[in-house]
């Protein structure tokens, strides 16, 4: 267990990849159960965005799959479908309460400018950084140049947040 946390980890920093996560569906399911877990437990105290946050996670848990099985299967990688979404989800378990802490900053209404530009700092370091991440992670999956893959990344940021406005039309108005 603890292996897995370091290789996440390493993933996270940018120091190994998916081609170093063992092709398992019991290692994906695990996985996403620790994302789930660990965004739970970090969201019940810090709520990411208002409204329904627990459904949020859970539809951005199925769009996620969804995206790297159809991005697999457009660029006839389907065999590397385990390891990158079992990459995508460990990393982002070992950053959710960093991203999770920097999205709940980002919401609050912040009265003292001195805290505005050390907010956005965080939130844009954070985004770089996931960016990053997972850029590297689909340009080891893809075998594509890091700019497409980064491409990739931010489409699926803006199709999955299109997806929850969508799917819950109200919630920024509260």
Do not use: K
């Not at 965005?49 to 996670?57: A, F, I, K, N, S």
């Not at 859970?58 to 590397?80: P, Q």
């Not at 460990?90 to 805290?115: C, F, K």
């Amino acid at each position: 267990m603890l292996n897995l946390l370091r290789l996440f980890a390493d993933i996270a920093l940018l120091r190994r990849g998916p081609e170093d996560v063992p092709a398992s569906l019991f290692l994906l399911a695990a996985t996403v159960a620790a994302n789930f877990a660990v965004n739970f437990v970090v969201s019940l105290f810090l709520p990411p965005v208002r409204g329904p946050w627990l459904l949020h996670l859970l539809v951005d848990i199925a769009f996620t799959l969804l995206w790297y099985a159809a991005l697999m299967r457009i660029a006839s990688r389907s065999e590397r479908f385990l390891q990158t979404t079992t990459a995508v989800f460990g990393y982002q378990t070992v950053l959710a309460p960093l991203w999770i802490a920097a999205a709940w900053l980002a919401s609050r209404d912040i009265d003292a400018s001195a805290w505005r530009l050390p907010v956005a700092a965080v939130g844009l370091g954070v985004l770089a950084w996931v960016l990053a991440a997972n850029g590297r992670i689909l340009r080891s999956a893809l075998e594509q140049p890091m700019p497409v893959c980064v491409i990739l990344v931010l489409l699926q940021v803006f199709l999955g947040q299109l997806l929850l406005l969508g799917l819950f039309p109200g919630v920024a108005d509260t």
